[in-house]
């Protein structure tokens, strides 16, 4: 579900179950755009493809995913001319057979997984003052102006995304990766880009909807809590219930 902001829409998602080799595969992704919505819409249509075309995919999904996510990243460098300067953050998760999840990330969109009513962060904000170091062992730099977030180069408050080929040589496109096994204390996920986080917690967000067994009914109050907050981004919102 999504919810709009005042100017064009750059986030793109999957929500989608399907059999591969037979297992049930669950596969849930935001794509948080920046500078244009067409390297989001490139993901939208490929990352997944390029993740399960791994010939590891099913013995280490991990190195599947790290390996996918490098080879997604230069696909699109590849066709910056059609694809324009712009970038994309993205979160996404695979549940294999209803048992074990699987979530990956770059830059800022965030999946959050309620745990007997208690959120926790399965993915890592990539956030420019956290990778200083790294970025600036690249022969970039991390611009701290009072007002304004850090950014990368003075132009980006993402250190991790997809695209951005005038930042590539500081800006990495490797996940951090999270697995989980889904048991019975497991509820729900919530994957979000941070126009819903910027103005509300993990733990508000999971209280919000825990009493709401609908999943899109729970995506929908989330953003309409985001946007009551003022939230000023593109807001994106897939919610997977378990029980």
Not at 94 to 116: E, Q, T
Request: aromatic letters at 6%.
């Amino acid at each position: 579900m999504k919810g709009k902001s005042n100017h064009a829409m750059e986030d793109c998602l999957v929500s989608e179950f399907k059999v591969v080799d037979d297992n049930e595969l669950g596969l849930f992704a935001i794509f948080d755009g920046h500078m244009g919505h067409d390297v989001a819409k490139y993901l939208q249509g490929h990352l997944f493809d390029n993740i399960l075309k791994q010939s590891d995919f099913w013995t280490d999904t991990v190195s599947a995913l790290k390996n996918a996510y490098q080879t997604t990243d230069k696909e699109i460098l590849e066709q910056s001319f059609q694809l324009g300067k712009g970038g994309s953050t993205a979160v996404t998760a695979i549940l294999i057979n209803g048992h074990k999840l699987v979530v990956a990330n770059v830059g800022d969109s965030r999946a959050v997984i309620c745990r007997k009513g208690a959120a926790k962060q399965l993915s890592v904000d990539h956030e420019p003052s956290k990778e200083r170091q790294l970025i600036e062992s690249k022969g970039g730099f991390v611009s701290n102006i009072p007002g304004d977030v850090p950014r990368v180069d003075g132009q980006l408050a993402v250190a991790r995304a997809f695209g951005d080929k005038s930042l590539k040589r500081h800006l990495s496109s490797e996940p951090d990766i999270a697995v989980e096994i889904i048991d019975d204390d497991v509820e729900f996920i919530i994957l979000a880009s941070d126009g819903l986080w910027k103005v509300m917690s993990n733990q508000e967000a999971v209280e919000s909807i825990r009493s709401i067994k609908d999943s899109h009914s729970a995506a929908k109050r989330l953003i309409d809590e985001a946007i009551s907050r003022k939230s000023k981004d593109d807001i994106s919102c897939i919610v997977v219930r378990f029980h």
